[in-house]
């Protein structure tokens, strides 16, 4: 199963002024969050601190991460890249030495 390093952004714009809303919103978000965790595509979340950004670990196709990233637009923005494991690494440094 593949595996994706994604780093995510709110968009500034739609974050709420208000601190009421914004903790609703929140808590929206990671009521989402959860769901994804819980039904094994999204693997690891976490938020950089004050920041309105973070990271996650999703496992899946290329189809899953569109499924799972598509639910959040269009108030979070994703830099999605593929992560090689060790095992794959050692495998092209097994075919580059021949």
């Known amino acids: 199963m593949a595996k994706y ?14 601190a009421k809303e914004r903790g609703g919103s929140w808590g929206l978000f990671m009521a989402m969050i959860k769901q994804d965790m819980e ?4 693997k690891e979340w976490g938020a950089f601190t004050s920041e309105g950004e973070g990271y996650c670990i999703v496992e899946g196709t290329n189809v899953d991460v569109m499924k799972m990233t598509e639910q959040y637009v269009p108030y979070v923005l994703f830099e999605t890249k593929p992560v090689s494991s060790v095992e794959e690494v050692n495998e092209l440094i097994a075919h580059l030495s021949g």
Do not use: F
Not at 5 to 18: I, T
């Open 5 to 18: 390093h994604l780093y995510w952004k709110l968009d500034e714009s739609r974050v709420p002024v208000d």
């Open 39 to 42: 039904s094994g595509v999204l």
